[in-house]
């Protein structure tokens, strides 16, 4: 057996003593840092155990460094791995599957909506995608109408129309139908603002109001309605219609009309034996207005013309219900004749003295037939 000497002996103690130092602080070390390891937070985004400044957001742990360069949600503020992107905005994914609405059409998520009542009173939610699509457009500039808009009935048809908050209140009324007249329309010289829609339909020549004043008296004819002193047509502009539609208090003259057209007559009366009053003589004038559209224009002289029909056979005054309701609820039965049924169809929805004595003889006409309000009238 080799015998270390005594120097040796020393120095190998002290290597041994090392040596067993070292892994004492190794294993002191690792059993150390494992169980704090297991009660360190860890980093949501990272994976990585968090030793020092953490950040706690929405239940969820993140290191100071995933914090502050990660995209937060736009709804609740987190800080993401993975983000949805909607309409240019991050969101989590919780978020995106629970928070956001849904389009009623497309089922996408959305941030920003737009609501639409439909029946019943349910209120559904859509993207502005698919809005756009089911919305409607302005009539004027033909944008959707995704904000406010306004809604304008035809005073006419009784047809509506739909137009953006921005044109409504920059138009003006047409002044045939009561529509918005774009902008960018020009006023006819007297004044008068027209509508795309009365626009395509005016006359300009007085040979056409004349061709329509003989189509009337003809559907008069059929109608066995005869005027026997045929009233002269005069075709005026808006200043001069104003000024005819006064009376002007001349005895037995009489005016009957509104804005697009009047009936003004001159009756010569005498007294019979029995000492009743008889008309001997008529001198009646109608009074159009002049570029009114088509069936306008046939419906206005339609009416003048029942007043001739009416005027020559009627010597007591009655109300305007009678007077008025005759002349439209003739002119009714011209435009359904015609094939102007929107116009006829509108003419009962309105709520001045014309609608209701309209919708009076209509009634009256259920009641007692064609000929029976022909004799209501006149007795």
């Not at 290191?63 to 309409?87: A, F, L, Q, W």
């Not at 047409?174 to 626009?199: E, M, N, Q, W």
């Not at 395509?200 to 003809?218: A, D, F, M, T």
Request: aromatic letters at 12%; charged letters at 25%; proline letters at 2%.
């Amino acid at each position: 057996m080799k015998i270390l000497p005594e120097n040796k002996k020393g120095s190998y103690r002290i290597l041994t003593t090392i040596i067993l130092i070292m892994l004492f602080s190794l294993n002191f070390i690792f059993f150390y840092t494992s169980s704090f390891a297991q009660s360190a937070p860890k980093c949501e985004i990272c994976g990585k155990y968090i030793y020092g400044k953490y950040w706690r957001s929405g239940g969820h742990t993140f290191c100071n460094d995933c914090y502050g360069r990660s995209s937060k949600c736009h709804s609740c503020g987190i800080p993401m791995k993975k983000y949805y992107k909607v309409e240019g905005k991050k969101f989590c994914r919780d978020c995106y599957y629970h928070r956001l609405p849904r389009c009623a059409k497309c089922g996408k998520s959305m941030y920003h909506y737009y609501t639409r009542k439909v029946r019943e009173g349910k209120t559904y939610k859509y993207c502005k995608k698919c809005m756009t699509k089911i919305a409607g457009n302005c009539t004027i500039c033909g944008k959707a109408l995704l904000g406010k808009k306004c809604i304008i009935k035809s005073n006419v048809t009784g047809q509506e129309k739909e137009y953006c908050d921005k044109c409504a209140n920059k138009a003006k009324n047409c002044f045939h139908c009561g529509l918005l007249v774009a902008p960018k329309d020009r006023p006819l010289p007297d004044g008068r603002y027209i509508c795309t829609s009365c626009r395509r339909k005016l006359i300009y020549s007085e040979n056409e109001y004349h061709g329509i004043y003989r189509q009337v008296r003809n559907q008069f004819r059929k109608l066995g309605l005869k005027v026997n002193h045929l009233p002269q047509l005069n075709i005026v502009d808006l200043k001069e219609l104003s000024r005819l539609n006064v009376s002007d208090g001349k005895s037995g003259d009489k005016v009957v009309g509104d804005k697009m057209g009047l009936y003004k007559c001159t009756k010569f009366y005498r007294n019979n034996q029995n000492g009743k009053t008889k008309i001997t003589g008529i001198r009646g004038r109608i009074y159009i207005l002049n570029h009114l559209p088509r069936d306008i224009a046939y419906w206005v002289m339609s009416h003048e013309y029942a007043h001739a029909w009416y005027e020559e056979r009627v010597t007591e005054q009655k109300g305007l219900i009678i007077v008025e309701g005759f002349a439209e609820w003739v002119a009714y039965h011209l435009l359904l004749r015609k094939g102007y049924k929107n116009i006829a169809k509108g003419l009962t929805k309105r709520k001045n003295i014309y609608g209701k004595g309209l919708r009076y003889m209509i009634d009256l006409q259920k009641k007692k037939g064609f000929r029976g309000v022909l004799r209501h009238v006149t007795r």
